[in-house]
């Protein structure tokens, strides 16, 4: 299978890392989603990443929908999300917040910022975002969090957190979130999160 996307988008990193994690081997198509956008519309019509193409050249788009294939090929047992009841409802709820903080400080504040010529942008909007991302960072951290393992939970929080650690330092200074702090330090140690770095990520700036 081919995992189309780059590791700056934490959407396409947990499903790398999940790939990893259960030792599924994938082959890595870095193609941009700005910088190759017709060529990534052939791939998924709406431009975006991930997609997986599988073997069989079906390919599936949206991380959610990915994990839930890769976690019904490796059946409940070695699955990252809790199969039923509370425990998957309460992933699922953590998963929101951490996509929902990656979707309002990314795609919200940092598209706005970066993307949009500055004459269009409208800063009650981007305040908005920010507000909204930080949010969900504050109610991810008043949560407890295991101090070993990995799921699906741990995973995508860790990218989101790693993301936004990396791209809007202000954000996220030492000290602010430590639980979501100690979460992400334990698991950047691991292989599958050194392998999907993207500590050579060069912020850019806004104008
Ligand atoms: N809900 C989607 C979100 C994917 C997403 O927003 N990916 C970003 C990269 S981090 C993207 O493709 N942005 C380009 C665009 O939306 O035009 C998922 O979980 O896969």
Redesign the pocket.
Known sequence: MILV??Y?????R??AISLKVLGIAYEHDTRS??GD?DS?RTT?P?????SLILDSGDVL??????LDHIDEIVGPERALLPPSGKPRRDALQRIALA?GA??KI??GVN?ETLIRPKQYRWPDWIERCKTQGLGALAALDALAWPQDGIDQAQITTACAFD?IQVTNPDMAPAGRYPRLAALTDRLRRRAEFRETSFSDYAVPKAD
Do not use: E, H, K, W
């Open positions: 996307g780059q700056d988008s934490p959407y396409t947990r499903v989603v700005f956008f990534m998924n709406l431009g975006r990443i991930p788009i949206d991380s959610a929908a990915i996509n990656v979707d990314g795609g598209y993301y």
